[in-house]
């Protein structure tokens, strides 16, 4: 009923940027909490930015100074840009959402992700 749906992927030279959008769409009601995780193959998955209904944020060290998230309530879609990309960031990115659908069900969505590679 609930589906997150991420677009801006792709690759990206060391340095560059990139401007990650996840929307979510369906039976919601409310969401209070979004977030942007990674994993890369082998690796573990880590929590790379979140932020509140209210705005409030937070970002993991290795992103910190260089990423900014962003939303938009009223599309109920969450950003992330990324700047000074580095190769370590070579990562499936995916969106969170946390709040309450209808019916009273707790949501807890992730989207299908999207590939973000930094080369040169």
Known sequence: ????????????????????????????????????????????????????SRGNTNYADSVKGRFTISRDNAKNTVYLQMNSLKPEDTAAYYCNAKGWATWGTALNAWGRGTLVTVSS
């Not at 996840?22 to 009601?29: E, N």
């Open 1 to 52: 009923q609930v589906q997150l749906v991420e677009s801006g992927g792709g690759l990206v030279q060391p340095g560059g940027s990139l401007r990650l959008s996840c929307a979510a769409s369906g039976d919601i009601l409310s969401i209070n909490d979004m977030g942007w995780y990674r994993q890369a193959p082998g690796k573990e998955r880590e929590m790379v930015a979140g932020i509140t």
